[in-house]
């Protein structure tokens, strides 16, 4: 199996190494909707334990070799996109259920972010039939280079390197716009969509309200 991806415009693909996630850390969350949303409604920020759990699942995906970079060869190797993905199985949805459930109170339960996740991923296991899936969790390009393809790159890459391991299905949060559209004209179908405006808390207040134009948080899913 290949760990390169291609080339174009100076800016090649490759599967992530520990030391390129260590380069890019808290980053990869700039500019994400859901993300601006959230702090946006508590403002307040997660403390060290939290973010804590947060890196360590990050590990476990790069751990997997199924995340990836895209580095600029022509600026001394800068990465300016990358993807964290991993393989998620049933056993690890019913986890992550039980543990949305099980929550202490504080800065993710309060924004009521992973019940949130909950309704949108569902279950696409019996929708698809499979024991297992390649889960995009996030994707992020630089602002030097949006909008010259680089995410729709990455996305294909993903795909290909998903074929190669074995994955049946591969599975995206798109949490913005613009990924959605790039993500459906590569063939992926929207297998469930949630308006931001009408996932309110127990207040009746909206709860994410990111900046326009991302209205919807939508699940996205391919055959590989």
């Known amino acids: 199996m290949s760990t390169n991806f291609g080339k174009e415009d100076g800016v090649f693909i490759r599967i992530m190494t520990m030391d ?14 859901l993300k601006l949303a959230m702090d946006n409604y508590l403002k307040i920020e997660p403390n060290q334990s939290q973010k804590n759990e947060l890196e360590e699942y990050h590990h476990s995906m790069v751990k997997q070799g199924t995340c990836l ?14 993807v964290l993905a991993g ?8 986890e992550y259920y039980a543990q949305v459930a099980a929550m202490e109170e504080g800065y993710y339960k309060t924004c009521t ?11 696409y296991f019996d ?3 499979v024991s297992k899936v390649l889960y995009s969790h996030m994707t992020n390009v630089d602002a030097s280079h949006r909008g010259k393809g680089l995410g729709a790159r990455l996305a294909a890459a993903l795909m290909e390197l998903g074929r190669s391991k074995g994955f049946p299905i ?11 559209r790039q993500k459906e004209a590569l063939g992926m179908e929207c297998i469930y969509s949630q308006a931001y405006a009408d996932y309110k808390d127990a207040n009746a207040q ?9 209205t ?4 996205m899913a391919i055959k590989l």
């Open 113 to 123: 972010i992973f019940e949130f996740e909950t309704k949108i991923k569902g279950n």
């Open 87 to 94: 393989c998620e199985t049933l056993s690890d949805l019913q």
């Open 170 to 180: 591969m599975i995206a949060c798109c949490t913005s716009l613009y990924t959605a």
């Open 69 to 82: 970079v895209a580095i600029n060869d022509e600026n001394g190797g800068d990465i300016v996109g990358s």
């Open 20 to 33: 390129d996630y260590e380069k890019i850390g808290e980053n990869i969350y700039n500019e994400e909707p």
């Open 216 to 219: 919807h948080v939508r699940v």
């Open 206 to 214: 909206v709860v994410f309200n990111p900046p326009a134009p991302h």
């Open 127 to 129: 929708r698809y039939g």
